[in-house]
């Protein structure tokens, strides 16, 4: 056997005589954990115990299949279990990302100001209510020790006892009169005495208690000074904030803009989303027209679950994920996307209390990766501009969202989960911190002006100039970011129109070699960065062959220098560009 289950194991051998005077040897046998009895016998002893043996071997093999099928059972019901428990934990999360939208519907997302006020009272007890425990607990410790008098001599016990003769001699009743005298006088003696050492030692208990008690009154005073300094702070601060609140209150209530901005970040932060969902946004607010431009982080893909259930393969013994097909997934992804969407406008919409929001701009981002690039990028993916009248009419609690968003001619790709890059709507984010003041350059330029040996920054500068001009008409704007000379940004162009508008990258190269494909591939990452929809990569000499082929089918345009130099003419501008010239100059050969 492998196992040893003789703890499991009873016998009673008895030796019996027959009618034939013939000894037999009979066994009760018994196996705890089968519950099971028999009785052998055997003529001889020896035989006996080893059909004993054979029958508890048996039975062990019996017993160690029987618990090897019971831990089967409760290992497949422990497995079976985690598998129903994360079955369950799988459902519940599909459910919260299906009922998205749903589960906002029945939730007013007015703000409640008097909620966002702080109400809590100052929890740290007031010291000095522990101070009365603690003067009895130190008179309770040391009255312990405070001695009882001594029990004061009582002149009657000290009166001599006089026999018939002592009454007879006067001097004998006198002598006995007098000692029991002497005796209670020395007695009252020693009692004053051990009296006044009682009164002294207790008076030092008493000195020590008052000590005592001065000390901790004094520390107790200490502390509920300290204890007011913190209250007074605390409901200085509380003060403070609510103080805070009202003030937001009236001037949300007067439609003041920063008031609105923060008003609607409220909104948007009570919103409850799973917990793998990001929950970061960006808002502007334009009180003249009543737009909220709303610029969303959506959630990407790698946080939504890709498994519906969980089974458990008893045959195999391991637990098995069921995979949610793609199509599937793709449709989960897609509805709570639009769904996030909607969501996120009504709840602004149904917050609005005041009437601030005639129109909102909702922009949303995912941060996903590109599997074209092996490179994760920031890409607008679906905008939504809509009036408050036409979205409130919707019976939200009916709709099919991707209808719906299509309906009020939202804007995305085919499927979502492709991830295709669009150009929002309306879209905010020009307060860039690289920005930098601008300066003319262009009216220096004339046709004598070679700009491949044109100061750095002011090359930067007249291109900045001449995409200005260039976007003016379509009311674009470009701005030049602060020069580092890093290959970075050198110019963004913010250009309104629809269709073939957004944010365009624009990087500036006064070169006198031809620009390299690495140059052309860095422009490219900083333009997935960036969320650009387009990026342009200008120079005095030209691209090398490699630089034109790797821009092909990608949102990039590169303007060499007969280019630079026809855009200028277009505008009214003359210049040259004599790379041979920069060369020389450079080289510090001027012959």
């Given at each position: 056997m492998t196992e040893n289950l003789e703890h499991l194991h009873l016998i009673n051998i008895e030796a019996h005589i027959s009618a034939g005077n013939k000894k037999r040897f009979v066994a009760n046998i018994q196996h705890k954990g089968l519950n099971t009895f028999r009785t052998i016998n055997d003529i001889d002893l020896d035989i006996l115990e080893k059909k004993i043996d054979a029958q508890f071997?048996?039975?062990?093999?019996q017993f160690s299949r029987l618990e090897k099928k019971n831990r089967e059972a409760e290992e497949n019901w422990e497995k079976g279990n985690i598998a129903e428990e994360r079955t369950q934990e799988l459902q519940d999360r599909l459910n919260q990302i299906e009922n998205i939208l749903h589960d906002t519907l029945d939730i007013n997302d007015a703000i409640n100001w008097n909620k966002l006020k702080d109400k809590k009272k100052f929890k740290i007890p007031n010291p000095k209510i522990r101070l009365q425990d603690s003067l009895n607990l130190v008179s309770e410790i040391h009255n312990r020790r405070i001695r009882e008098n001594p029990i004061e001599p009582n002149k009657n016990d000290y009166e001599p006892t006089l026999s018939f003769v002592d009454k007879l001699f006067k001097s004998k009743r006198e002598r006995k009169v007098y000692q029991s005298k002497i005796m209670y006088e020395t007695a009252l003696a020693e009692w004053n005495k051990m009296l006044n050492n009682v009164n002294?030692?207790?008076?030092?208990?008493?000195?020590?208690?008052?000590?005592?008690?001065?000390e901790i009154i004094k520390k107790h005073d200490d502390s509920e000074r300290e204890w007011e300094r913190q209250k007074n702070e605390f409901e200085a601060k509380q003060a403070e904030h609510n103080l805070k609140v009202d003030k937001?209150?009236?001037?949300?209530?007067?439609?003041?803009?920063?008031?609105?901005?923060?008003?609607?970040?409220?909104?948007?932060n009570n919103s409850e989303y799973p917990d793998e969902f990001p929950k970061d946004f960006d808002l502007e607010y334009n009180g003249d027209n009543h737009i909220l431009v709303v610029e969303y982080v959506l959630p990407p893909t790698d946080v939504f679950p890709r498994h519906s259930e969980v089974k458990y393969n008893k045959?195999?013994?391991?637990?098995r994920e069921v995979p949610i097909s793609e199509l599937q997934f793709s449709k989960m992804y897609e509805n709570a996307l639009y769904s996030i969407c909607l969501r996120t406008v009504h709840e602004l919409y149904e917050a609005d209390v005041v009437d601030a929001i005639d129109t909102i701009v909702f922009n949303g981002w995912v941060n996903e990766l590109n599997k074209a690039t092996g490179k994760?990028?920031?890409?607008?993916?679906?905008?939504l501009q809509v009036r408050k009248e036409e979205f409130v009419s919707i019976n939200l609690a009916n709709i099919d969202v991707k209808v719906c968003f299509k309906n009020l001619k939202g804007v995305s790709a085919s499927k979502l989960i492709g991830m295709t890059p669009i150009q929002p709507l309306i879209q905010i984010n020009k307060s860039d911190k690289r920005f930098v003041s601008s300066y003319d350059v262009i009216d220096k330029l004339d046709e004598g002006s070679?700009?491949?040996?044109?100061d750095w920054e002011d090359f930067e500068h007249l291109l900045r100039e001449l995409f200005e001009k260039e976007f003016s008409t379509n009311g674009g704007e470009v701005r030049v970011t602060q020069a580092s000379r890093d290959g970075g940004v050198d110019a963004i162009a913010f250009d309104p129109d629809p269709i073939r508008?957004?944010?365009?990258?624009?990087?500036?190269?006064?070169?006198?070699?031809?620009?390299?494909?690495?140059?052309?591939?860095?422009?490219?990452?900083?333009?997935?960065?960036?969320?650009?929809?387009?990026?342009?990569?200008?120079?005095?000499?030209?691209?090398?062959?490699?630089?034109y082929e790797f821009v092909k089918n990608k949102p990039l345009t590169l303007l060499n220098g007969n280019n630079l130099l026809?855009?200028?003419?277009?505008?009214?501008?003359?210049?040259?560009?004599d790379i041979a010239e920069a060369k020389r100059l450079q080289s510090g050969n001027t012959n």
């Open positions: 071997e048996k039975w062990d093999a002294e030692f207790n008076n030092q208990i008493k000195d020590q208690i008052e000590k005592e008690k001065g937001l209150k009236e001037l949300y209530n007067s439609k003041d803009e920063n008031a609105i901005i923060q008003y609607c970040e409220l909104v948007l045959a195999k013994k391991e637990l994760k990028s920031n890409n607008c993916i679906l905008s070679n700009l491949a040996i044109m508008g957004g944010k365009i990258v624009i990087q500036a190269k006064r070169y006198t070699n031809t620009v390299g494909v690495s140059s052309v591939r860095d422009l490219y990452g900083t333009v997935m960065n960036e969320g650009a929809t387009k990026g342009i990569l200008v120079t005095t000499s030209d691209f090398g062959p490699d630089a026809f855009l200028l003419e277009k505008h009214g501008r003359k210049a040259r560009i």
